[in-house]
C-alpha cells in the first residue's frame, strides 16, 4: 500500500483508509461483531492503517468494536475519532457540545473503549455555533500536550473556521464530503487547506455507493439506511445523476477497471495530501478500493473527466435540510 502524508506535523497514513461507521449505523445490515473484527484485522493485513470512527457512531459501539479489532494491532495503524455531542442517559444525541469539559469527556470514554492510551487524529464532529473554535482548538491543545491525543482535526468545518483553529493548535487533517459528486470544497476549502499545510480526508468519497454503479433507481433502502432520506437517492434524482456513473464506466472499461477505482483514483490524483476512507463490510470491496491507489490516471484522462463532469449538474441534495444544518462554516 502506497502513503500520503497529512498536514504539517506529517501524519504519514495509507493512501486510502477505511471508514468504520457502516459496520455500525447508517448502512444496514449490519455484520456480526466477529465477521466486523475479522474484516478490520483483514484490512490491516492489506496495507490499511488509517482507521475512521467516531463516538456517535452507535453511539459507542463502533468505538468499541474498533478498539477490540485494532488492539492486537495498535502499534501498526493509525486510529481517528471525532467529539462534538451530548447525549442523555439513553445515549441519545441531545445537542452539539464542544465545551472543554464535554470535550475532555469525550476523549476519555474514546479512549477507554478504543483500547488505548492516546487518539492519533482528533476531530471536531461538527462545529459548535455556540464555543468559539479558538476555545476548542485550546482544549484539544492541551490534550496534545498531555500525550492524550497525537493530531487535532476538523470535519465540515468553513474555512475562516480552519484559520481560527490552526492559529491556536496548527490543524492535521480536515474530513468532509469531497467526490465527484460532491465538489463544493473546490472554490475556497482547497485553497485553504493547500495554503495552511492541512490534509483532506474525504468521507463518502463514493457517493454513498452511487458512484460504484451498483446503485439505481431500482434501489430501495431501509429505514434505518441513511439514504432513504437523503434527496439525492430519490429515483428522479438518481436517474438524472446517472450520467456521472456512465461517465465513470466508459473510462473504467477502457482501461479495465471498476467505475469505484477510477471515482477514487479522481480524488487521489486532485492532490498528494489527500486520503479518501470509503466504507465497506466486505473483502473484496476493501481490496477493490485499494487498488485504486495503483491505477494511473493520464492528464488526457483527468481532463475528460473534469471536462464531462462540469457539464453534468447534479440533482437533489446531498443531506435533507435538518443535517445540513449541522456542516460548520
Known sequence: MQTRTLGVNKLEVSAIGLGCMGLSVSYPPFPERSESIAFLRAAVERGV??????????????EDLVGEALEP???????????????????????????????????????TRLRTDYIDLLYQHRVDPEVPIEEVAGTVRDL???????????????AQTIRRANAVQPVTALQSEYSLWTRTLEAEILPTLEELGIGLVP???????????KVDTTATFAANDIRAVIPRFEQDAMAAN?????????IADRMGVTQAQIALAWLLAQKPWIVPIPGTKRVERLEENIGAAS?????????????????????GARYPEHLERQTGR
Open 49 to 62: 492503517t488509517l482507521f475512521d470512527t467516531a463516538e456517535v457512531y452507535g453511539p459507542f459501539e463502533n
Open 73 to 111: 494491532v495498535r502499534d501498526q495503524v493509525v486510529i481517528a475519532t471525532k467529539f462534538a455531542n451530548e447525549f442523555d442517559e439513553h445515549g441519545k444525541v441531545v445537542r452539539l457540545n464542544s465545551r472543554p469539559e464535554n470535550i475532555r469527556r469525550a476523549v476519555e470514554g474514546s479512549l
Open 144 to 158: 496534545i500536550a498531555e500525550g492524550k491525543v497525537k493530531h487535532f482535526g476538523l470535519s465540515e468545518a468553513g
Open 203 to 213: 468521507f463518502s468519497p463514493l457517493g454513498k455507493g452511487f458512484l460504484t454503479g
Open 242 to 250: 446517472q450520467a456521472l456513473v456512465d461517465l465513470l464506466g466508459t
Open 295 to 315: 491505477v494511473e490516471l493520464s492528464a488526457g484522462d483527468l481532463q475528460e473527466i473534469q471536462s464531462a463532469a462540469d457539464n453534468i449538474t447534479i440533482q
